[in-house]
């Protein structure tokens, strides 16, 4: 059981060093890129925070496994998992949220593009009109 437990939290340890590791690197890009409008910016950073937030609960949890096999069976054993059972809960809170925020930010950009795009058509065809109305006056 312990050799299990341990393995458990190994496993959740590498998982969350890799998760920080494409959370400094996402801040690297942030900050090299100061091109980016700030909404983006924004929108990756609050990213960031919240995936840190999970990576820091899977470490919890991981520590959690490492210290199971030393909690007595007894009502104390069940509230360490119903809390362990929390912090898994946190984890599916926070994805949702970055899930709704990722969608907003999606949603938002392709509200930009339909109304750049509308902006253009309607120049284009202004542009047209102006010459029909060159032409037809040349015509005459």
């Not at 299990?4 to 590498?14: E, N």
């Not at 509230?79 to 994805?95: G, M």
Request: aromatic share 10%; charged share 25%; proline share 1%.
């Amino acid at each position: 059981m312990l050799f299990a437990t341990s393995l458990i939290a190994f496993v959740l340890i590498i998982i969350a060093w890799m998760m920080n590791t494409q959370h400094q690197h996402t801040i690297k890009m942030v900050e090299k890129h100061t091109d980016w409008d700030d909404r983006k910016r924004e929108y990756l950073l609050s990213q960031v925070r919240r995936r840190t937030k999970v990576t820091h609960t899977i470490v919890l949890i991981a520590v959690a496994f490492l210290f199971s096999n030393v909690v007595p069976l007894n009502l104390f054993f069940v509230l360490y998992w119903a809390c362990v059972s929390l912090l898994l809960l946190r984890i599916v809170v926070l994805a949702g949220l970055d899930g709704f925020a990722t969608k907003t930010y999606i949603l938002s950009l392709r509200d930009q593009r339909i109304a750049s795009r509308r902006a253009l058509e309607e120049e284009v065809r202004r542009i047209r009109e102006e010459n029909a109305q060159a032409r037809s006056q040349g015509e005459e």
